[in-house]
Structures are given as C-alpha cells and as structure tokens.
C-alpha cells in the first residue's frame, strides 16, 4: 500500500509539474510518447528474457538449482539456525536468485516467510532469519543478470555481456557484506557462525 502511494505520488508530481512548466499540450504528448516508449521497450526484451529465461528453465530441468541448492544448503543452515521446515524453501529461493530465475525464485521465497512466521514466538513482528532472508534478497550474488543483459539488447549495445563481470564482482561485494552484517547484528540472539562469516567476508575481499 506504501508503495502504490508512493508511485501514484511520483506520477502525479511529474504530470504536476510538466503542466506548470510546459503546458497541458506538453504533458499529453510526454505521456503517449512514454506509453509508447515503455511498450516498445518490453517487446524488445521480450526476445532477450525469453532465451535467458529459456536457457535458465534447461540448466533447472538439468539438475543445475538442485546442485547449487545442496551447496549452499551447509551455509543456509549456518545463516539460518531457527529456519527450521523453511530451510529448503530459502535454499532453493536463493539458489534461484544467483542463477538470475527471479521469478522462480519469488515463490520460494513467499514459502519461506510463511513457514518462518508459523513458528514466529511473536507472531506479527519479524524474526532474525526473516529479516537476513530480506536482506539476502535484496543484496544477492548474480551470475547471470538477466534483466541487464536483455535491456542492453533492447537498446542497441554492441556488448550487451560486457556488464557481467561488474555485476557479478558489486553483487558479491553487496551479499558479503550483507551477510557478515547479519551475522553481527544476530550475535546477542544466535551463534555467530566463523566459518559462514570467514567464507563470504573473503568473497567480500575478493569483490573488492
């Protein structure tokens, strides 16, 4: 609901201010300009999303989030001690999200919070485990971004791959530091895991 606010605020603030700045005539056409630029950006994406996505759903069908899920699953335990029956279900939404399959990974994820807050003590207010799934998300490793390789494509660039690295090496970055925060945020209510931290505070090092 926030969000719906927010962005019906955003929207009516431009139209807002094209009106006093340019003129109704000036915001009617910024507004079916914009219309026809947002359609004709995603039937341009349609192709890349759908080869991504397409070579994506083979690798899972292969066995490739299974393998990735298995090992990551020592880590999830460390990073997760509470998780209890949502330990599979953050498993595979993480192992989704580094294989770029956000859509995938959304259902696991919405698992996962539902199974957490079933064995939430204090139901209604957010446990350690759901804010580092939270974070985790919002900050995780990339091997494949997807959405950046398609918008690239859609726009014309020469070297629509050339963003891999830089994605894959600030994404790192971004979870390793995201982690070793969650760890030391949670210490005064869980065990701080040594090995989880050394691991990805040198992919951290790495990145950087």
Known sequence: MGMDILFVGLLLAGILWTLLTQGGEAA??????????????????????????????????AGLMEGLSRLLAPVIKKLFPRAGKAAPAITMNL?????????????????????MEQENPVPGTATHEMCALLILNAACLELLPTGQL??????????????????????????GAAIL????????????????????????????
Request: hydrophobic fraction near 55%.
């Open 95 to 115: 192992a989704a999200n580094i294989l770029g399959m956000g859509n995938a990974a959304t259902p696991f994820g919405l698992e996962a919070m539902k199974l």
């Open 28 to 61: 009617m056409a910024a507004l079916l300009q914009g219309g026809s630029e947002a359609v004709t950006l995603c039937l341009k994406m349609w192709g890349g999303y759908m080869f991504w996505l397409g070579l994506m759903e083979v690798g899972s069908r």
């Open 181 to 208: 925060l969650c760890l030391l945020l949670g210490r005064k209510k869980h065990e701080f895991c040594p090995v989880a931290a050394a691991y990805y505070g040198a992919a951290f090092v790495v990145a950087v």
């Open 150 to 175: 398609a918008m690239r494509q859609a726009y014309g660039s020469l070297h629509p791959a050339s963003v891999w690295l830089p994605t894959l090496l600030s994404s790192a970055c971004a979870t």
